[in-house]
């Protein structure tokens, strides 16, 4: 069974203030997703990593897949309270094509 | 484009009670998928079809729940009797790829609130 541990599992922080979000695992995924996921809504795509080592920027947002494409973190700068909400790492591939393997969330409140 | 459509989007029964939910994924999405996520989880798979085929059912507890796919198209989700520890949101989500796709980008719907009393 593949597993991905996220941390921390909560995080409170102020505007403005930076933050890393983990997500670690044993196995090997061919593929790696960060979603966001707002109360009310389901999860929304965010990035696919899918090479190790590689780096992926979405305005203040920086994915990294680990070179051993078992663990990714997650880099917000200057958070705003527009980033508040739940964001899922989901790891595709490796022993079970095709099936998303969630972990279980971190959930980021940023304070005005 | 339109997204995955999901109703409805909140149900209260109590236990022993029946309930179905249904889903409507992206036009074109060959793949699709239903979730139960736990408040405070992340979401876990129940069944993923294939157009009208069952790819995987391992996490389905088929004794209360089933699923059906007929058309290929859209789906409904199906507890019957529910117990309490059913209370959770249920999210559609589909892929335009097939199972071999390993990048797997899914889209959700914005799910069902289902709350057993």
């Known amino acids: 069974t593949q597993l991905l541990e996220q941390s921390p599992q909560f995080l409170s922080i102020q505007e403005g203030e930076n933050l890393t979000v983990y997500c670690n695992s044993s196995?090997?995924?061919?593929?790696l997703q960060w979603y966001r996921q707002e109360p009310g809504e389901g999860p929304v795509l965010l990035v696919t990593?899918?090479?190790?080592?590689e780096v992926k920027k979405l305005k203040r947002l920086t994915f990294q897949f680990g070179d051993a494409r078992k663990d990714s973190s997650l880099h917000i700068t200057a958070a705003q309270p527009g980033d508040t909400g739940l964001y899922l790492c989901?790891?595709?591939?490796?022993?079970?094509?095709?099936?998303?393997?969630f972990g279980q969330g971190t959930i980021l409140t940023v304070h005005p | 484009e339109a997204g995955v459509a999901q109703s409805p989007r909140y149900k209260i029964i109590e236990k022993r009670q029946s309930v179905a939910f249904w889903c409507n994924p992206i036009?074109?999405?060959?793949?699709l998928y239903w979730y139960q996520q736990i408040l405070g989880q992340g979401p876990k798979l129940l069944i993923q079809?294939?157009?009208?085929?069952?790819?995987?059912d391992s996490q389905l507890p088929k004794d209360r729940f089933s699923a059906e796919r007929l058309k290929g198209v859209d789906s409904t989700l199906k507890i019957q009797p529910a117990k309490l520890e059913d209370s959770a949101v249920y999210l559609c989500?589909?892929?335009?790829?097939?199972?071999?796709?390993?990048?797997?980008?899914?889209?959700f719907g914005p799910g069902t609130r289902l709350t057993v009393l």
């Open positions: 036009s074109g999405h060959a793949t």
């Open positions: 079809f294939q157009n009208n085929g069952v790819v995987d």
């Open positions: 990593v899918v090479t190790g080592g």
């Open positions: 989500a589909s892929s335009l790829g097939g199972w071999e796709n390993s990048y797997n980008e899914q889209f």
């Open positions: 196995s090997v995924f061919s593929s």
């Open positions: 989901a790891g595709s591939g490796g022993t079970s094509y095709g099936k998303l393997t």
